[in-house]
């Protein structure tokens, strides 16, 4: 870790040691410097990135699930669903399209209800249930 920030050294030759963050590679006295000489960049992995890697951060899109409880396959299930969300909105954000939040938050909440049947608690994502049979028929 340097400055905070995760990266890997390598020993390039003797002596001498190479910063690798991310795409970036860069003599390790150069990278302590922020020095942007002599930097290179991997740009045939960046192009083999999904879109979700050209999106900032900030700008990634996000859900408001903090407060739900899910058991880990749950979690896991979401996690997935999310992901391919957010991958689909940064597609529409790389082709310079506005993304359609409302039409994939209909196809996450929609496949969650598939994914996720069969819960029990109260702070499942699904709307309000039919009642059943037996409600039905009470006076």
């Avoid at 040691?17 to 960046?46: A, K, S, W």
């Avoid at 506005?98 to 709307?127: E, T």
């Amino acid at each position: 870790e340097i400055n905070g920030k995760q990266v890997d050294v390598e020993l390039q030759q003797p002596g001498h040691l190479v910063v690798v963050d991310g795409p970036m590679r860069q003599p390790f006295d150069d990278y302590l410097e922020m020095n942007e000489c002599n930097v290179e960049y991997d740009t045939h992995t960046i192009e083999k990135m999904s879109a979700l890697h050209h999106v900032p951060k900030e700008r990634r899109m996000t859900f408001d699930d903090s407060h739900k409880k899910y058991t880990r396959l749950e979690a896991m299930k979401v996690a997935k669903e999310q992901a391919s969300i957010r991958e689909k909105a940064a597609d529409y954000s790389r082709d310079g399209k506005k993304v359609p939040d409302d039409d994939l938050m209909r196809v996450y909440n929609k496949a969650l209800r598939q994914k996720l049947r069969g819960r029990a608690r109260d702070d499942s994502p699904r709307g309000p249930r039919a009642p059943r049979e037996a409600e039905r028929h009470e006076p």
